[in-house]
């Protein structure tokens, strides 16, 4: 089961994965602010998780050059992101990398994540991102957060434009400031790795937190040291969709002796000039 500890905090409800069509206003309820978010309990059975899992590390070897998993000081991404500054490989890379999570989800994953985030969303199209010239934006990535290693650092997604000049693609076609994020829990860590919602909204961020130079840093994570905040716990299969774009967040440290966490999943913005949804990451 998902655990929400100081559920007060922040406006967010477990449901199950089963029971999408009776939440059909929630991605409404988001944008209102009425809701920061919710946990959709088992939206993939746990032993496909589990298969999923082992699929990717076959595919993570069998990637040439490496260059799709690569190192970050909680432990590893597979796949790419926006914060690389070479928009073409990106997107070549965004292909690929699609591609390999369809397959490792043998060929399950976008129509899952269509259709929960439709049944969520009515009346909306949710769609992926496409760059000016044709090209789609990637949908999503893969997070891995090995024992012992560092957490993934406060951050919230409305400043990412400012540090990421392969931002402006999607910043032109989507509001941002409507960010949320999605992914599906494939493994769930022993212990640690929850994810913390800090009781500091866009509106209020201080000033310093925004230079590039605190970005992804320590000195956020010192300051928010004494924040009230709510820590959310998901298990394999769980999937959750979260304002993002509103409240700092960060994912604690994963223990020494677990598991790793991995997650897969992106973000997604209101279109400017019509009411879809566009994925990206
Ligand atoms: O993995 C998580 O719990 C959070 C990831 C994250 O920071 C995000 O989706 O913005």
């Known amino acids: 089961m998902a655990t929400i500890t100081n559920p007060d905090l922040y406006a967010f409800e477990i449901i199950s994965a089963n029971h999408l069509n009776d939440h059909a206003d929630t991605v409404q309820r988001i944008e209102n602010g009425d809701l920061t978010g919710v946990i959709l ?46 928009l073409g490989a990106y997107l070549q890379r965004a292909a690929i990398t699609d591609g390999i999570v369809e397959a490792c989800f043998q060929q399950r994953y976008k129509a899952t994540i269509f259709s929960f985030l439709a049944r969520l969303g009515k009346g909306r199209d949710f769609v992926p991102a496409i760059h000016t010239d044709g090209q789609p934006f990637a949908m999503s990535g893969v997070r891995i957060l090995e024992g012992g290693r560092e957490p993934l650092e406060a951050h919230i997604h409305q400043e990412f434009p400012l540090h990421f000049p392969s931002y402006q693609g999607v910043t032109r076609q989507l509001d941002l400031a409507t960010e949320l994020s999605y992914y599906l829990v494939l493994q769930a860590p022993d212990e640690g790795g929850d994810l913390v919602l800090y009781d500091l909204n866009w509106e209020n961020t201080p000033q310093d937190f925004l230079d590039s130079s605190a970005f992804m840093s320590k000195v956020r994570a010192d300051r928010l040291e004494s924040a009230d905040r709510m820590q959310l716990r ?24 677990s598991k790793a966490r991995i997650t897969v999943g992106g973000f997604l913005a209101k279109a400017r000039e019509n009411n879809d949804y566009g994925l990206f990451i």
Do not use: K
């Open 41 to 86: 309990e088992g939206l993939f059975a746990p032993d496909f998780c589990e298969s999923v899992v082992e699929r990717l590390q076959r595919a993570v070897q069998a990637e040439p050059g490496n260059r799709l998993y690569y190192p970050a000081p909680f432990g590893h991404v597979f796949g790419t992101t926006l914060m690389e500054n070479d």
């Open 234 to 257: 998901l298990q394999a299969g769980d999937a959750i969709l979260f304002a993002a774009n509103r409240v700092w967040h960060r994912v604690e440290p994963v223990a020494a002796t």
